[in-house]
């Protein structure tokens, strides 16, 4: 599967932004979409996981309340809907999917596939 994300970009904090991924290539029936977002010099940090077909949600638990994950089967889309941002919040971001998914996984090596990334920064 192919991943397009996009919707970062600058934001002064307390604001909100929308991240969205496109996914192509199959079916995503069989998978687990999530988002994970890499600051530099940090490692890649989990915020939150959805099943396709029955958009099951787990998130990190800092991440709870000010994010949260959805996902549109018909337009095949993925969200990320982020408020009352930070300036910590600056990362890229990135979308990713987990084929044949058992289960809900925080674990970046468990997924396969791997969008782009979109930057999101937010200034004090």
């Known amino acids: 599967v192919q991943l397009q994300a996009c919707g970062g970009g600058l934001v002064q904090a307390g604001g909100s932004l929308t991240l969205s991924c496109a996914a192509s290539?199959?079916?995503?029936?069989?998978?687990?979409m999530g988002w994970f977002r890499q600051a530099p010099g940090k490692e890649r940090e989990f915020i939150a996981t959805?099943?396709?077909?029955?958009?099951?949600?787990f998130y990190e638990d800092t991440m709870k309340g000010r994010f949260t994950v959805s996902r549109d089967k018909t337009a095949n889309m993925v969200y990320l809907q982020m408020n009352s941002l930070k300036p910590e919040d600056t990362a890229m971001y990135y979308c990713?999917?987990?084929?044949?998914?058992?289960?809900?996984?925080?674990?970046?090596?468990?997924?396969?596939?791997w969008g782009q990334g979109t930057l999101v920064t937010v200034s004090s």
């Open positions: 990713a999917a987990r084929r044949n998914a058992i289960g809900l996984s925080n674990t970046a090596q468990d997924f396969d596939s």
């Open positions: 959805i099943t396709w077909t029955l958009g099951r949600t």
């Open positions: 290539g199959r079916s995503l029936s069989s998978y687990t």
